[in-house]
């Protein structure tokens, strides 16, 4: 069984900071890709990217993601108030199956 | 624009069944698969099951699996999510949610406001 493991488990930055968020698959799976949502407070979660570096539509570009085989890195370059949240990862496409991680708050410092 | 509204909720006894339904608007249904995802209160996101755009394939969580039956009627744009045998773990906000892709499970495009789940006696 595939794991997602996010790191940190809470990230504290001030607005303009740069922000960069970690996913990691505990195994290897062919074929697969991650992508990342944001999740406010009592709302439903958002996609921001997929495909490694692919922007979801109406997605700002301080957002930006990378990686390779089992790790992905979300970035936000700098920090807008409204970044604030929750952000998960998932990974999809090598398995029949949808892996979440569990999540990373970033929160106002 | 595309939406989807989930409906079907509320609190329910153990051992006892509840459907959820999630009506779609803003692009065309049946072309897409779905899915449902589910987040207990203040933990992460679980999937839970997703259903082929043609509800030929069915796939579902380790933790629902036999309990749990997800469906379409796509002459009424709605997915469905027929849960039976609730545990008291299957309390969570409950998501629909839009998958791109025909084919392996894709990412989620799309998702609902969700609808709340309480599975208590």
């Known amino acids: 069984e595939v794991v997602l493991t996010q790191s940190p488990g809470t990230l504290s930055l001030s607005p303009g900071e740069r922000a960069t968020l970690s996913c990691r698959a505990s195994?290897?799976?062919?074929?697969?890709?991650f992508a990342w949502y944001q999740q406010k407070p009592g709302q439903a979660p958002r996609l921001l990217m997929y495909?490694?570096?692919s922007r979801a539509s109406g997605i700002p570009d301080r957002f930006s993601g990378s990686g390779s085989g089992t790790d992905s890195s979300l970035t936000i370059s700098r920090l807008e108030p409204e970044d604030f949240a929750v952000y998960y990862c998932?990974?999809?496409?090598?398995?029949?199956?949808?892996?979440f991680g569990q999540g990373t708050r970033l929160e106002i410092k | 624009q595309v939406q989807l509204v989930e409906s079907g909720g509320g609190v329910v006894q153990p051992g006892r069944s509840l459907r959820l339904s999630c009506v779609a608007s803003?692009?065309?249904?049946?072309?897409?698969?779905m899915h449902w995802v589910r987040q207990a209160p203040g933990k992460g996101l679980e999937w839970v099951a997703v259903?082929?755009?043609?509800?030929?394939?069915?796939l579902y969580a380790d933790s629902v699996k036999g309990r749990f039956t997800i469906s379409r009627d796509d002459s009424k744009n709605t997915l469905y999510l027929q849960m039976n045998s609730l545990r008291d773990e299957d309390t969570a906000m409950y998501y629909c949610?839009?998958?791109?892709?025909?084919?392996?499970?894709?990412?989620?495009?799309?998702w609902g406001q969700g609808i709340l789940v309480t599975v208590s006696s």
């Open positions: 803003g692009f065309t249904f049946s072309s897409y698969p």
């Open positions: 495909g490694v570096s």
């Open positions: 259903i082929a755009y043609d509800g030929s394939i069915k």
């Open positions: 998932q990974l999809y496409g090598g398995s029949p199956l949808i892996i």
């Open positions: 949610a839009r998958d791109p892709r025909a084919g392996q499970p894709d990412y989620l495009d799309y």
């Open positions: 195994q290897s799976v062919s074929n697969s890709y």
